[in-house]
């Protein structure tokens, strides 16, 4: 069965979301969002939304699929899961922040 490794900088990403969304919404918005993204994790495992790959003047292999205001970064990892890389808003600088992506996160 394949699953996901949720990597370093995608996890900081994750508890930054939900306490910005708790603090400007409250607790039950912020558990309905991440559980959405979770949910949206395991849709990109069983490949139920399209794998678009990230362009290539970005130099990384890697994918991405937008969850709401977000963009959620993959890579397939040598044991066939998949490595959730970044969680990016929207309103980000996506060129930046995947320059800031690191390839020994496995």
């Known amino acids: 069965m394949k699953s996901y490794f949720i990597q370093a900088s995608a996890n900081a990403a994750i508890d930054d979301l939900y306490a910005y ?7 039950d918005q912020a558990e309905k969002y991440l559980s959405g993204l979770f949910a949206r994790f395991e849709a990109i495992v069983s490949r139920e939304v399209p794998w678009r790959p990230v362009p290539p003047e970005f130099e990384i292999e890697a994918w ?39 390839e020994g996160e496995d």
């Open 64 to 102: 991405v699929s937008r969850y709401e205001h977000h963009y959620v970064y993959w890579k397939q990892l040598d044991d066939g899961r998949v490595g959730i890389m970044a969680i990016l808003h929207e309103r980000m600088h996506q060129a930046d922040r995947l320059g800031e992506l690191g």
């Open 21 to 27: 969304t708790f603090e400007r919404w409250g607790e």
